[in-house]
């Protein structure tokens, strides 16, 4: 029996009362594609259409190594047989590296379909695999580190400088101190409240926009201050329909990203940052088991050609306190990712080739009358 182009339902047993099987296989977690036995792709489930960025639509039919490159050692597998690797690296469509857990394995009484799933490796280190710590562990201690350093060091130079005061009697010396200890502890302040921007509730207010006006102004911003000296390029759509978001909260987003990019930038000969934007037909992502899939068409990207983020944080980028700069706090990826999501999208990072460079992706719904 061959899996039918149009859905699972063939699996679904017809003698007994059971789940739709076309649903289970959109609700799982773990990205999934079904190959028939000519090597084409037959199905892709949604977890698989956001982690190699393609809709399913796109892939039924092409040849599988027109969507991803396997392993190395893939080839090298025996036929008829199940093949895995773990964390392993592959290369998607457009030129995305991906690290993976990658199992194959054949469908009984199906000869020829065979069945890979890819463990997303951040994902699958979160659920257990290996000995990594969680990703609440890393929180909790880079949050203690990162107070014990941000607020204890200057609460010493706080009190010092009052201890001063206390037994000083030149006004300009005592002007400088109260100079000091107002810095202090304004910069004790703006900590906290970014702290508390992860703990705000109310609902974003999302309305129809114009997305170009609001990627001037955030290009403008940058061109005037942190990425003064930096090429920003323009890949546009310029078809681009409008976009349900809220202006400051994606405004907050679009600084975050390009400062987080020149920041990358810093030292390089001929440093450049692009902003593109593109309308990515059937892209889409399940909303939870019994409701619609939320179709994301609305890409907007900011690249760079930097160096990319150290190999060993890359997979725990948009975790609170996770930083690779020495003067890092590790709360713009996060809170980035939090505004996103808030405003119904999802935001990727990734590593390109051809041109070589960082992505950060936003994926965002566009606005319905």
Not at 98 to 110: I, N
Not at 231 to 241: A, H
Not at 346 to 367: D, G, H, K, S
């Amino acid at each position: 029996m061959a899996f039918p182009r149009g859905g699972l339902r063939r699996f679904r047993p017809q003698a007994v009362e059971g789940p739709n099987f076309a649903e289970l296989f959109g609700a799982l977690p773990v990205a999934v594609l079904v190959l028939d036995p000519d090597g084409r792709i037959a199905h892709a489930n949604p977890a698989c259409e956001v982690l190699l960025n393609h809709s399913e639509t796109s892939m039924v039919g092409q040849p599988y190594d027109a969507v991803l490159l396997p392993p190395e050692d893939y080839a090298d597998r025996r036929d008829g047989r199940g093949f895995a690797a773990f964390d392993a690296e592959i290369e998607a469509v457009r030129g995305s590296r991906l690290r993976v857990d990658f199992l194959e394995s054949q469908v009984p009484d199906h000869p020829g379909w065979r069945i890979v799933t890819l463990h997303h490796a951040p994902q699958a280190r979160k659920m257990g695999h290996g000995l990594d710590r969680s990703a609440g562990a890393r929180a909790a201690i880079g949050a203690a580190a990162m107070l014990g350093h941000e607020i204890k060091n200057p609460l010493s130079g706080i009190r010092g400088a009052a201890q001063l005061l206390q037994t000083g009697s030149d006004p300009d010396t005592n002007a400088e101190l109260t100079r000091l200890i107002t810095t202090e502890v304004d910069r004790i302040a703006a900590l906290i409240d970014r702290m508390q921007d992860f703990t705000d509730t109310r609902p974003l207010d999302l309305a129809p926009t114009n997305i170009y006006p609001l990627l001037d102004h955030g290009r403008r911003v940058a061109l005037a201050g942190f990425a003064r000296g930096i090429v920003i390029e323009e890949w546009f759509d310029p078809s681009l329909p409008p976009v349900l978001v809220d202006r400051d909260a994606f405004l907050q987003v679009l600084i975050n990203l390009l400062k987080n990019a020149a920041e990358a930038l810093k030292g390089l000969a001929q440093p450049r940052i692009i902003l593109s934007t593109a309308f990515r037909h059937g892209m889409s992502v399940n909303a939870g088991p019994g409701q619609p899939r939320r179709p994301l068409p609305i890409e907007i990207c900011v690249m760079d050609n930097g160096p990319g983020a150290p190999a060993d944080i890359a997979e725990h980028l948009f975790e609170p306190f996770v930083s690779g700069k020495p003067e890092g706090k590790g709360l713009g990826l996060p809170l980035v990712e939090k505004l996103v999501r808030d405003m119904g999208g999802i935001v990727q990072y990734a590593r390109e080739r051809e041109p070589e460079v960082t992505v950060f992706r936003i994926l965002l719904p566009r606005a319905t009358a």
